[in-house]
């Protein structure tokens, strides 16, 4: 009998691959016997580089990695550096930050839910979502300045108070979200020709997505009830109302149906977070150093004008230690794991990524699949090519 295997390449230039990811597919007519992900196209080298900034101006490489979430990526570092230095932040940056967190989600899950539906043939709902994600980064300008690389939390806080018009602005956003939401349900849940693209397509069951460790909307459409939010609360994460949507149905369909009823659960933390916000207070924390001395006693005290301008040139040091912190992104955990030996810059930055690990587990759900499912299964596990690289 004739040999009827074929080693082809997917990717890295290929759409539907997300960025520049390479498979290496080894084909049986069209069903996949073998697949290798081949990865280092994206390599930046951003950890080293992390490791020759100074503690406050890492936050401006950490949104690069995964630049869908950028704001989460801020917040992660930031957590790790204040529970190193014991910083307190205050209650209205926590809210902020949440906010702001939980509209990145919502922007990330939008490109998502856009590519994926047209890597399996439906356009119109790539319109609908990438112009509502528009308007979110039209929030993210008017609060920190930037639309996609923000860097707006800082160590100890955020970089300042949101402008005056914010929170109208956040609310129009927020009152329409849900009718939006019911158009792209109605628009692409209901299709029959989507769901027999992902029912049963890309399966990785409870005991096997635990061994591989995932995380986020990939694991908890395994059935596996698992957010950080919940089980190692953060930013007060603990306060607000909201659930964890989990299906065991362990396929493309279920993860697609975790991050759809997400949308709805971030919507639910951003009303919640909005209505905080509408108590003032301060957005940096006072300890001193990270908080540049007032002007006026500048003038008057000549060791007061000494810390301001050590501060300002130098940076701040950080306490000898190391410490592990993780957060839920709209990936899954990110945990960074920063190591201070009482210096200006970090010894050691180390990122757990969710696009790193939730990838390595992509040959167990394509193998033995069709070649036209693998790319139902890539859009499902949401993977970030920068967030992969690094």
């Not at 290929?14 to 990811?21: A, D, N």
């Not at 498979?23 to 697949?35: F, M, S, Y």
């Not at 209901?190 to 995380?215: C, H, M, P, Y």
């Amino acid at each position: 009998m004739a040999d009827t295997r074929m080693t082809v390449s997917m990717g890295p230039q290929h759409p539907s691959t997300h960025g520049v990811l390479r498979l290496e597919l080894v084909l049986d007519g069209e069903t996949v016997v073998k697949a290798i992900p081949d990865i280092g196209y994206l390599h930046t080298g951003m950890e080293k580089t992390m490791e020759k900034e100074k503690w406050q101006q890492v936050v401006t490489i950490t949104c690069r990695m995964d630049y869908l979430n950028s704001m989460g990526n801020d917040l992660g570092y930031c957590l790790a550096v204040e529970k190193l230095m014991g910083v307190e932040v205050p209650e209205r940056a926590k809210v902020l930050r949440v906010l702001l967190t939980e509209l990145n989600r919502l922007a990330s899950h939008l490109v998502w839910f856009g590519t994926h539906a047209m890597d399996i043939g439906a356009m119109t709902g790539f319109f609908y979502a990438f112009t509502e994600r528009e308007r979110i980064l039209d929030i993210f300008e008017n609060a920190s300045g930037a639309r996609l690389h923000q860097s707006y939390f800082i160590i100890g806080g955020t970089r300042w108070d949101v402008p005056d018009n914010f929170i109208p602005q956040v609310k129009e956003f927020l009152d329409g979200f849900p009718k939006f939401l019911d158009e792209c349900k109605r628009l692409v849940t209901g299709n029959k020709i989507f769901q027999r693209r992902t029912k049963g397509v890309g399966v990785i069951s409870k005991e096997d997505a635990i061994d591989w460790a995932l995380s986020g909307p990939t694991i908890r459409g395994s059935g596996v009830n698992w957010d950080i939010r919940k089980s190692e609360p953060y930013s007060g994460y603990d306060t607000y109302d909201f659930d964890v949507p989990v299906y065991d149905g362990c396929d493309v369909w279920s993860r697609y149906l975790v991050r759809m009823d997400e949308f709805h659960e971030s919507w639910k933390i951003c009303c919640q977070a909005l209505e905080r916000l509408k108590t003032p207070g301060s957005v940096k924390s006072d300890h001193p150093k990270l908080q540049l001395p007032e002007r006026d006693l500048m003038k008057q005290h000549i060791d007061v004008m000494i810390h301001h301008f050590l501060l300002a040139s130098e940076g701040f040091t950080v306490p000898v230690g190391e410490v592990y912190q993780s957060i839920e992104s709209a990936r899954g955990e990110i945990a960074y794991y920063v190591v201070s030996d009482g210096g200006e810059r970090p010894y050691r930055v180390r990122v757990r990524t969710p696009s790193y690990v939730n990838l390595s587990a992509l040959p167990a759900m394509v193998e033995g699949s069709l070649i036209a499912d693998v790319v139902a299964v890539i859009g499902s596990i949401d993977i970030v090519l920068g967030d992969v690289d690094r």
